[in-house]
């Protein structure tokens, strides 16, 4: 019973962000330089963390947010998420947080580097208000320190 009032609840809260916020568009900018001159950040919603992070909540729909390392080694890094099979995720980190294929297009001159901090989320977010109030400024905060030319989105 309990579950059913929560989740109505979250539904509720959903559905008020949406009617605020989803009329809004932002246009997509165009990048004025080539790939190998590019600072490559990357965003995924599959649920990636450091082993050494707190693990997202699930059940509550969690909207905070987890800096990653680009130095990270792929063995430091897990998943929480129970909206999707994780089993390949958690078999290689790569599928979904594809870390060593940037790593490789830098060290190959394909790109210039990749951004410092990375970021890993729970897709599963019904408080989008935390989301736009906590965690998008906390993201934004490190992209306009760290200035990457081209921020890549992954879905979980």
């Given at each position: 019973?309990?579950?059913?009032?929560?989740?109505?609840?979250?539904?509720?809260i959903?559905?008020?962000?949406?009617?605020?916020?989803?009329?809004?568009r932002?246009?997509?900018?165009?990048?004025?330089?080539t790939?190998?001159?590019?600072?490559?950040?990357?965003?995924?919603?599959?649920g990636?963390?450091?082993?050494?992070?707190?693990?997202?909540?699930?059940?509550?729909?969690?909207w905070?947010?987890?800096?990653?390392?680009?130095?990270?080694?792929?063995?430091?890094?897990?998943?929480?998420?129970?909206?999707?099979?994780?089993?390949?995720?958690?078999?290689?980190?790569?599928?979904?947080?594809?870390?060593?294929?940037?790593?490789?297009?830098?060290?190959?001159?394909?790109?210039?580097?990749?951004?410092?901090?990375?970021?890993?989320?729970?897709?599963?977010?019904?408080r989008?208000?935390?989301?736009?109030?906590?965690?998008v400024?906390?993201?934004?905060?490190?992209l306009?320190k760290?200035?990457?030319?081209v921020?890549?989105?992954?879905?979980g």
């Open positions: 019973m309990i579950n059913k009032i929560k989740e109505w609840v979250f539904r509720k959903v559905a008020r962000s949406i009617n605020k916020y989803g009329g809004e932002v246009e997509p900018a165009a990048v004025q330089t790939p190998d001159q590019w600072r490559v950040a990357f965003l995924t919603t599959a990636v963390h450091l082993r050494s992070d707190k693990p997202f909540d699930v059940d509550a729909g969690d905070s947010v987890r800096l990653i390392p680009s130095d990270s080694k792929t063995s430091d890094l897990t998943v929480t998420h129970t909206h999707y099979d994780t089993k390949a995720a958690e078999e290689d980190i790569n599928t979904v947080f594809p870390i060593d294929a940037l790593r490789s297009l830098a060290l190959e001159g394909v790109i210039k580097e990749v951004s410092p901090t990375n970021f890993g989320m729970m897709g599963y977010i019904p989008t208000d935390k989301l736009l109030k906590e965690s400024p906390e993201i934004l905060k490190t306009k760290e200035q990457p030319d921020v890549l989105l992954s879905p």
